[in-house]
Every structure is written in structure tokens, then in C-alpha cells.
């Protein structure tokens, strides 16, 4: 009796310890199956189209060979890979020899990681967090402020691509080194202004600019024109309030267009006068104004496109002129005498 339930209980451990090693075997048999020959023939096509996918988003971003060839090597890896655990499988080979060849597929890209992996998350000098395009694009793994602080052009060129028709024309006459390079019949104003010439025989009536543009200059009293102010009554109102003076009979001998290469657009109104009353103040917040003669002023305290046409003017001719100015320094003129003033601009008096 004994022994007779000895042999049970030892026939059941060993149909225990056999269903054990089956199922082990068996869910060995799946693992391998499923980590890797399943695994390969279901992602394969997935992971190639990717990798495709990847590879021409890569080519519409500048800069950006070593990660195109790095796609490129990654999908030849997991090819390889992929062909040899076929091999395996068809030949019937030990199951270590897929893990082998996965391994090797791992090892290659890990050895030569900077052929293979040159993609980062974070911005390589400022350490601030790339986006998709960065990610995948762009050797210099870079945000998008410190790219367009290395490659500026790029940035220029980013700029004028969103730009509306207007705004290419505004740059266009920004970005102009010659007067002739500008559409002036399409060119306006961003600011418009006024100077008057007061002479009394041979002398002319200036002023020293206090601060503003052209601080440390010497001009005639002027000023901007105010929102529906007439061109004559802002001439008026500027002479009194620079120089404590009223005048009257103005004469317009000038009309100035200026381009700035930081954008700003000026147009001036100059006009010529015999006839002033008052008292002349000292100075005021802006200026200091003082009578000087004709023949003796210094051009050379005063905006470089005086000399052009100020001698024409002051001779009683109408002129028209045409500047471009990088801050203080003139690059470029063109100055016209003509019969009669252009007044395309503005309000008539």
C-alpha cells in the first residue's frame, strides 16, 4: 500500500516537473519568436517607411547631412539585422545565433555613436528644448534663436519669405545703397517734417540741436508736422516755439526725401522767409538758436546733404532731393533742381 502511493506521488511530481519544462520550452519558443523573427516580419515595413518618412522631412531642412546619413545608416543596421534572424530562422539555426546577430546590429550603432546618433532634445549653447524640426534637422543641433544668431542670412531670408508684397517693398527700399535702386513714386513717408530758413540780409537764422535726431547739429528751427496741421501752419508753430520768433510769407524752395537703412522714412518741407517778428529766446529744452552769416556757415556741424542744396536754395532755386542715411553718414544723393515743388505728399496749407 505504501508502496504503491510512493509510485503516485512520484508519477504526478513528474508530470508536474514535464508540464513544467513543455510549458518553459514553449514559452521560450515564443519569446524567441516573438522578440525577433515575428517581431521583424510585422515592424519591418513600419520601420522602413519611417525611416523614409524621416529621411525626406530631413532634406527640406538646411544643414542637415550628418543626420540624413545617420537615418540612412540606421535603416541599413535594422536591414541587415532584419535579413541574417530571416537567415537564421530559414536554416534552422540555434536560437542564440538571431540574439547574436541582434546584438551585433546594437553594437555597431553603439561603437560608432556619433555617426549614428548625432540627433539631441536639448540646444547645444543655450540648452533650451528643440523642437521636431530641430530634432530630426540641423548638424548644429541648435534652437531656433541661436541657428539665426550663427546663420543670419538665414534668418533675413525666413523674414522676406512671410513677408507681405508691402513689406518687401518697404524693405526693398531699406536694404537700397543707391537713390536710383528706390521706386520713390512708390516710396512714402513714415514721418514728415518742416524746416524755415529766416534770413535777414546775410544772415540766416539757425538753431544747435539739444537732443533728437541730428543732436549736436546745426539746422533751421523744424519740427513734425501734426495730425491734421497744414505743412505751413507746423513751420510757423516749430520757428515760434525754437525760437521765440513769428513768421509769416513762407516760401517753400525744397522738398527733401530721406531713406534711413534702419527703416525710418523722412520727408521734409523747406521753406525760405524775410519776415519774422519778436523777441529770439536764448534756448529752449531742444535747441539753442543764433544768427549766423550766409557765407560763413559751417557745413561741416550740419547733416551731409546740406551742402548739396542748401547753397541752391538759399540762391532763390527749387530743389528736389533724394538722400540715403545709415544713421548719421550719407551714402548716397541725388539732388534736382526744378521749377516747380513736388507736393504728392501731405496736406496742402
Request: aromatic share 12%.
Amino acid at each position: 500500500m505504501d508502496y504503491n502511493q510512493t509510485n503516485k506521488a512520484e508519477n504526478r511530481m513528474n508530470n508536474t516537473e514535464n508540464r513544467i519544462n513543455s510549458l518553459f520550452r514553449y514559452s521560450l519558443t515564443c519569446y524567441k519568436e516573438i522578440m525577433l523573427e515575428n517581431f521583424f516580419n510585422e515592424f519591418f515595413s513600419w520601420i522602413m517607411l519611417f525611416v523614409i518618412l524621416l529621411n525626406i522631412s530631413q532634406r527640406k531642412i538646411p544643414h542637415s547631412d550628418s543626420k540624413r546619413k545617420a537615418s540612412l545608416l540606421i535603416a541599413v543596421d535594422f536591414l541587415v539585422v532584419y535579413v541574417l534572424v530571416i537567415l537564421c530562422a530559414t536554416f534552422s539555426l540555434p536560437s542564440w545565433t538571431e540574439w547574436g546577430c541582434l546584438a551585433l546590429g546594437i553594437a555597431i550603432p553603439a561603437i560608432f555613436h556619433k555617426t549614428f546618433w548625432p540627433f539631441r532634445v536639448h540646444c547645444r549653447k543655450c540648452g533650451k528644448r528643440l523642437d521636431f524640426n530641430s530634432m530630426i534637422g540641423g548638424d548644429d543641433n541648435l534652437c531656433k534663436d541661436c541657428y539665426y544668431e550663427k546663420y543670419p542670412e538665414e534668418k533675413k531670408a525666413e523674414e522676406e519669405k512671410n513677408m507681405t508684397p508691402q513689406e518687401k517693398l518697404e524693405r526693398s527700399f531699406q536694404n537700397a545703397d543707391k537713390v536710383d535702386d528706390i521706386d520713390w513714386d512708390r516710396w512714402e513717408p513714415t514721418e514728415t517734417c518742416v524746416l524755415t530758413y529766416v534770413t535777414d540780409g546775410d544772415k540766416v537764422l539757425m538753431i544747435e540741436k539739444k537732443r533728437g535726431l541730428g543732436q549736436g547739429y546745426i539746422n533751421a528751427p523744424g519740427g513734425h508736422i501734426e495730425i491734421e496741421e497744414t505743412k505751413i501752419e507746423a513751420a510757423i508753430r516749430e520757428t515760434k516755439e525754437e525760437t521765440g520768433l513769428d513768421v509769416g510769407d513762407l516760401e517753400e524752395r525744397a522738398v527733401l526725401r530721406f531713406q534711413f537703412k534702419d527703416g525710418l522714412r523722412m520727408l521734409g518741407y523747406v521753406f525760405f522767409t524775410t519776415q519774422y517778428s519778436g523777441t529770439m529766446i536764448e534756448e529752449c529744452e531742444e535747441t539753442k538758436p543764433f544768427w549766423t552769416d550766409i557765407k560763413t556757415l559751417d557745413y561741416s556741424a550740419m547733416w551731409e546733404d546740406d551742402r548739396l542744396w542748401l547753397p541752391l536754395a538759399l540762391e532763390g532755386k527749387k530743389v528736389d532731393g533724394y538722400f540715403i542715411f545709415d544713421d548719421l553718414a550719407m551714402i548716397d544723393s541725388k539732388v534736382v533742381e526744378s521749377e516747380e515743388i513736388e507736393n504728392e505728399y501731405g496736406r496742402e496749407e
